[in-house]
């Protein structure tokens, strides 16, 4: 067989992106699978963002991931953005298709198949409260409210974008999706199934900050998630197993949203086990 150095590529833009623990579990899940891929940490400022996509198209990528703050901004140089991403409003992943560049989200996905696959929990019939209506507020409330989810109440410190992203995806969704304004502590009363944790507080280097949630009147047995990775174990976290609540860290997410990214790039099953593995290397987690 004649020699072939030609890899295949795919990216993460974002801005910063120097600390995005993502490369090490796609180049993993690349290795076990035999495909002779790489992955690109690329920083990109917003001002180039256009560049970048076109450079992907020069280099015949397959595909890329966005980060922040490249989310939405990437949807205007695109050429088809899938019906759910548009719902959401927002791309974390791009593929090839042809010369056609194809957004599509998995923040949602990943999210819900961890809350499924990781904690044993289907969020049909359940109800869910989700602190944040940023981006990854947006596409967590979405597939929650696709996949059945009888009440979703979105809690956010902002009114104004709390209340439009519940009038914009419950009209989208046609599903129950509530607003009440995060005023002091939220405290989660008896009958919450789920509560998400979808703003970025605990987030590194400020990982002594806690939403200031109340979890004493908590259902035993709620669920208790959240989507910062860095550190896993936040202090929410921490707070709902001293009371004995089960619990879902935001690897969970990330490795489940890049093994849907690593299927619709290569074709392939993802090796999950591997990508987590390496994720938690990469991390220093052992
Ligand atoms: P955005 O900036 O879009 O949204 C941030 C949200 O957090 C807003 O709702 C904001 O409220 C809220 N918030 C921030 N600080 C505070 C505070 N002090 N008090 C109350 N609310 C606060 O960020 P993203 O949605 O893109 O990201 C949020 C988190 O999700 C980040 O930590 C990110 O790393 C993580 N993430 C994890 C993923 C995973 O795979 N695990 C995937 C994607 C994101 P307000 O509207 O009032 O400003």
Redesign the pocket.
């Known amino acids: 067989m004649p020699a072939d150095f030609q890899a295949e590529l795919v990216a993460c833009f974002g801005h910063p992106v120097r600390e995005n623990p993502t490369g090490a579990m796609q180049e993993a899940a690349f290795r076990e699978a035999g495909l002779n891929w790489r992955y690109l940490t690329v920083e990109v400022p917003p001002e180039r963002l256009r560049e970048a996509v076109q450079g992907a198209r020069a280099f015949g990528m397959r595909g890329f991931n966005l980060?922040?703050p490249h989310?939405v901004a990437v949807m205007e140089h695109l050429d088809e953005v899938a019906p759910d991403a548009a719902l959401i409003g927002a791309v974390?992943t791009v593929r090839r298709e042809g010369e056609r560049l194809i957004g599509e989200n998995t923040?949602g996905k990943?999210?819900l198949h961890g809350v499924r696959a990781d904690a044993g929990v289907d969020p049909r019939r359940r109800r869910v409260v989700v602190?944040?209506?940023?981006?990854?507020?947006?596409?967590i409330v979405t597939e929650l409210a696709l996949a059945g989810a009888s009440d979703v109440l979105v809690v956010?410190?902002?009114v104004e974008?709390?209340e439009a992203m519940v009038r914009d995806l419950s009209a989208k969704t046609g599903r129950p999706i509530r607003f009440a304004a995060?005023r002091g502590v939220y405290e989660v009363v008896g009958d919450i199934d789920l509560l998400v944790n979808?703003?970025?507080?605990?987030?590194f280097p400020d990982v002594e900050?806690v939403?200031?949630v109340e979890l004493a009147r908590a259902r035993a047995g709620m669920l208790v998630c959240?989507?910062?990775?860095?550190p896993p174990e936040t202090r929410l976290l921490a707070a709902a197993r001293g009371r004995g609540l089960p619990v879902l860290d935001?690897?969970?997410?990330?490795?489940?949203?890049?093994a849907i990214g690593f299927k619709l790039w290569t074709g392939l099953e993802a090796p999950v086990d591997v990508m987590k593995r390496a994720l938690r290397e990469a991390m220093g987690l052992g």
Do not use: C, E
């Open positions: 980060t922040i989310k974390n923040d990943g999210f602190l944040g209506a940023g981006g990854a507020a947006r596409a956010n410190r902002s974008r709390g995060w979808a703003t970025s507080i605990g987030l900050a939403p200031p959240d989507v910062v990775f860095n935001g690897l969970s997410m990330l490795v489940y949203q890049g």
